[in-house]
């Protein structure tokens, strides 16, 4: 690792440790010990809820499970911070991955606890209208790779994470009329002292909760899109439950 992978790695530790006193975060029980007991069988999918306008809980909990074990979760992030010189230095230095390839063969093989958002920035970049609803669309791709490498699904979200933010407008819709490149949002939020990203958040509780692993049939053909969708949509109501149980709505 280049020193300054280093670097930004120390830096991303200290802020989202920061940042879970800031948001006095915690995980509802049972749902850590929960995740611990999957991990320690093997590689898994946590696959989470995406808040505003970054996956802030997330974030928190990758810095919570390496001080409790030791290991590092890996995240797919977005292609973006992989091709970005400037960026390049934060994927390396806390082992991001961008997509399917070697680095996830690798991941696997080590055993490593991967996370990921499947509803991205357009999750994400909402405005605060419409909080606190799994917005996928027929994204599949995350079931295909749990299929692949026999990966249980862990359906994780937060209460607190659209609440970090005022957030204006819709983002990615934004970014699609000004033609961002690679689906980069145009998003307007205010936070603590003023606009994202120069303000911190509003200081808000983060409360993470964590669902059973939803295990997937290894029979199934991954070129079965009504099979996959199945799976795709056990996924979403869990994680969309997950979200209803901070308003009273079913249980977590």
């Known amino acids: 690792m280049s020193p300054g992978a280093r670097a930004a790695r120390a830096a991303w530790l200290a802020y989202w440790n920061a940042m879970r006193r800031w948001h006095r975060y915690e995980v509802r029980e049972p749902g850590l010990d929960r995740l611990l007991d999957v991990w320690r069988e093997g590689p898994a999918l946590l696959v989470g809820y995406h ?9 928190m909990l990758q810095a919570l499970l390496l001080e409790r074990t030791g ?15 400037g960026l390049r230095w934060l994927y390396d230095g806390f082992e991001f991955l ?20 499947p509803g991205g920035t357009r999750e994400g970049t909402r405005s605060s209208l419409d909080r606190y609803r799994v917005e996928w ?12 490498y026999g990966l249980p ?15 204006l407008n819709d983002g990615f819709a934004w970014g699609q009329r000004l033609g961002l490149p690679g689906g980069l949002p145009a998003w307007i939020g205010i936070g603590a002292v003023g606009p994202w990203p120069l303000s911190p958040p509003l200081p808000v509780k ?47």
């Open 206 to 252: 983060i409360t993470q909760v964590i669902g059973s692993p939803i295990r997937i049939d290894p029979s199934i053909d991954p070129r079965d899109r009504a099979a996959l969708a199945e799976v795709h949509g056990r996924v979403v109501a869990a994680v969309q439950q997950l979200l209803d149980a901070r308003r009273g709505v079913g249980a977590a």
């Open 137 to 148: 669309g027929p994204r599949v791709g995350y079931v295909r790779l749990a299929l692949r």
């Open 71 to 85: 290991r590092l979760p890996r995240a797919i992030i977005h292609e973006y911070f992989r091709v970005t010189p």
């Open 98 to 117: 961008a997509g399917d390839g070697d680095e996830m063969a690798q991941a696997v093989a080590r055993g490593d606890l991967i996370f990921v958002t």
């Open 51 to 59: 808040g505003r306008p970054i996956a802030h809980d997330l974030c």
């Open 153 to 167: 699904l862990v359906p994780a979200a937060a209460w607190g994470v659209d609440d970090t933010y005022l957030a």
